[in-house]
């Protein structure tokens, strides 16, 4: 059974900082495209910031300069480290893992919520 578990989300003042972690089961997170994305209340759920299975990073033009996405591949782990947050960066944040060899797969957590008020 695959499991994506995210914490470390909650509350932080505007110009703070959180660490986010996506702890991965029942698959092995190196091998997957890895990605965090966020939904705003009212709001689509959009692209974070992603790690290919090869390392390759891309971020949203919101997070260039602030997010940083990175897995450890030995605790099968990928973390989103943001900085310098603004209010509008409130959302629950999504892990996602994806691919589309052999067999296409998605797979995504439930969620924790990051709040960045003063």
């Known amino acids: 059974q695959v499991q994506l578990v995210e914490s470390g989300g909650g509350l932080a003042q505007p110009g703070g900082s959180l660490r986010l972690s996506c702890a991965a089961s029942?698959?092995?997170?190196?091998?997957?495209?890895m990605a965090w994305y966020r939904q705003a209340p009212g709001k689509q759920r959009e692209l974070v910031a992603s790690?290919?299975?090869?390392?390759?990073?891309n971020y949203a033009d919101s997070g260039k300069g602030r997010f940083t996405i990175s897995r450890d591949i030995a605790e099968n782990t990928v973390a989103l480290q943001m900085k310098s947050l603004k209010p509008e960066d409130t959302a629950v944040y999504y892990c996602?893992?994806?691919?589309?060899?052999?067999?296409?797969?998605?797979?995504w957590g439930q969620g924790t919520q990051v709040t960045v008020s003063s």
């Open positions: 790690i290919t299975s090869g390392g390759a990073t």
């Open positions: 029942g698959i092995i997170a190196g091998i997957y495209d």
């Open positions: 996602n893992a994806a691919r589309s060899r052999p067999l296409p797969a998605d797979y």
